[in-house]
């Protein structure tokens, strides 16, 4: 099944609801996914409102049977008592398979609508995988589950009753009004005289309907933007005592939620108020005129009971009307937003001739990269950063805090696509590989943990799922988690919670290095990912990452300087640009910002001097540019 449009792009449009039929044809259209499911229930459908019609006849033709037992004593057919239980008979045996086809319908429709529902979940989870990270930098989370649960639920239930209901409607309007015109002109048209107002009644309402689910629908993503936010930062809110803050805000969007819902009953209740009146009218109307029509002989006192009849077949697909007006005004707004998001294509994908990488243990390259984020495009993290890193070598990034570290290291995974300039691995351009392959051989651990409510044994072997239990605990053992698993009673079993709660956090930022460690990449990234850890458990990580990396090239990105004066070299960045580069010694001779740091961090600056870095940083900076560091 294919959901998405080729060219949309990987945002949002805002949604406004205009006459939008053709959103509502492309979710019957699903339906055709199910092709026999259609065809039987479309076939159950025409029979059920075939046998729903012969109702008003046989009770017409059984009516003028008793006025002729009445006023004819005696006489045999027609008008004989075995005439009239014949026609009762008849008529059982049409109820009996009318609902026999409305049940099979129901089912059918539902198993449809089931079917299309599972289809579209799994489309749209399919789509949230593989949009790119500025897709879900632009949409809130919250927002897209409203989407997901929400309005796939709106579209369901169109598809589950709307649909077929408006089928049954038009096609005993269509089959009946024939039955009735051809029965007595007159109180056919009669009969039908509602009909023109309750379609206006309903293109009004439906049009009014639609914009009001449309803001809902709105309201109901804020609600749930705000109830996951507060639920994520549960802690936060605590400490802070915030709860009652976190519940006006919640309460805020209820309002306004509750006050367009009540506008929304209020506009059904007084179209479907007009509409019952209108058609009790009609009925009023059939009555005065066809009673007069029977008492004088035109017509049978039976063909009056046949048109009756047929009105109250009718009265309750008419009271439905505001149920299918509400169903198909909700699904239209629903399926827009759902539409929106699985019309997106991820911004990053594997461009057409898309090679799987060659040499995973290739140089690592950054050729005169330059990078901003698409959200703020005006904005570089990222200027003209080049660097070589060769197998087996250990790269160091340090720096201040927003200085580009953590982007530059979601480059080389290809999370985002650089700006200009050019990374390479091997001598392949990472924007000409599959995206497959080159997350396969770049590991990256990042500065959030993220922790899967598994054991930590599965969310170790998360990224290579046929790991066995030595290999887990290996890598364990190199992350030096193994040591404080072992103490739980279920040990690598043990369920780690959500997000990871049930661990410190050193133990999540270790059990994360495990998992990087266990899928052996070839280009491993660690991303201040031993910040909550002690400097012995570091250094032993540290030592143990050493003995495991054999031929693997390492890159640390980290704010305490002894975690990377081991490396091969160090980068120091600001402000997105390299200000200085070389090994540990190097650095400290230069004795520029990285020395400055080193003594910052080893506690040897007195307290004055704490307000130099600014100066130094600049100096720094212009000997780098200059290629005169000293
Ligand atoms: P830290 O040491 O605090 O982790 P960092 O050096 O790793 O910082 P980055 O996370 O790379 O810094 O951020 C560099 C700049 O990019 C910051 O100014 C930040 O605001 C901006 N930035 C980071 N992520 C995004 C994003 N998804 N969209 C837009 N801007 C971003």
Known sequence: MTLSSPSAPETLPASRARVVPRVLLRLAAMALNYPWYCVFALICTLGATVFTLLTPRLLGLAVDQLHLLGTEQGVDVPGSPTGLVSLAVLIVMVAALRGLLTGLQGFLGEATAQNIGHDLRLAFFDKLQR????????????????????DLEGCRGFLESG?????????????????????????????LSFVPIVLITAGRMGYVLRLTWTRLQEYMSEMSLKMEESLQGMRVVRAFSAKDFELAKFDEVGIRALKISNQRIAIRMRSISLMNFMYYLSMALVLLVGGRKVMEGV???????????FMAILQQPVRQVGMIVNSSARASSSAKRLFEVLDCEPSLRDLPGAQPLRQPDGVLQFDKVSFAYPSARDVPVLKNVSFKLEPGKTLAVVGMSGSGKSTLARLIGRFYDVSSGRISIGDQDIRHVTLDSLRQSVSLVQQETFLFDISAADNIRYGRPDADIHQVTQVGNAAQIDADLTVFRQGYATRVGERGSRLSGGQRQRLSIARGLLVEPSILILDDTTSALDSLTEQKVR???????????CIIIAHRLSSVMHADEILVLEAGAIVERGCHDQLLAKKGFYHYLWQLQAGTLSLPDLNVDQDLLGRSRQQFVQGVPS
């Open 131 to 150: 949009l790119s990270f500025d897709f879900h930098d632009k949409n809130h989370s919250g927002d897209l589950i409203a989407r997901g649960m929400l």
């Open 543 to 553: 030592q143990a990452l050493r003995e495991q990396a054999d031929n693997k090239a």
């Open 299 to 309: 017509i049978t006192i039976g063909l009056l009971t046949e048109v009756i009849t």
């Open 163 to 191: 649909i077929l209901r408006a089928v049954t409607l038009i096609l005993l309007l269509g089959l009946g009004t024939w039955q009735v015109l051809s029965a007595d002109l007159v109180l056919g048209l009669l009969s």
